[in-house]
């Protein structure tokens, strides 16, 4: 179903409807270009919600582990935590056991944000899958993760390692 009709022209050519390649990439910069504008408007980034998701899944995680799971720059990371750390969302403490590290864990307000996030993103994901239902969302999130696994191992769910160990 096409939303809102458009003269011919204005129509994408078929070899770029028919390229995989195109079309993730296109879909891709238009969804993350709407997150962008509407959590920056909420006052966070795409890379705030990254930590503060990473924190309530693992506490108490060291600055160098978040580093490498976003695959960011550990300066970069440290200005992230800095303005974090400055609303009061996250806690950086020295590692007891090695005094070299920082662990870094979610406040009781960073946890608060986190959930207003989630919703934000929640309705961001809603409207832009707007034309699936429940069913064809499920299939295409498990063919994207799957794409996603095989060209970056940091997209394995725990659960799947570990049976992935066992077999």
Not at 9 to 16: D, K, T, V
Not at 17 to 25: K, Y
Not at 97 to 117: P, Y
Request: with cysteine; net charge negative.
């Amino acid at each position: 179903m096409i939303p809102n009709p458009i003269e011919p022209q204005a129509c994408m050519p078929e070899e770029l409807i028919a390229s995989d390649v195109f079309v993730l990439g296109r879909l891709g910069w238009t969804l993350k270009k709407q997150a962008m504008q509407e959590l920056e408007t909420a006052g966070f980034s795409l890379y705030d919600f990254s930590v503060l998701a990473i924190l309530a899944e693992r506490a108490r995680e060291t600055q160098a582990t978040i580093a490498d799971v976003l695959r960011l720059d550990r300066s970069q990371l440290v200005g992230l935590l800095d303005g974090l750390e400055e609303r009061g969302l996250v806690e950086r403490r020295r590692d007891p056991n090695d005094r070299r590290r920082h662990t870094v864990t979610l406040t009781a307000d960073g946890k608060r944000q986190l959930a207003r996030l989630r919703s934000l993103v929640k309705r961001i994901e809603d409207e832009f899958l707007e034309p699936l239902d429940a069913s064809d969302r499920e299939k295409l999130h498990d063919l994207l993760v799957q794409v996603a696994c095989h060209h970056d191992s940091r997209f394995a769910r725990p659960d799947e390692i570990l049976a992935a160990g066992t077999s």
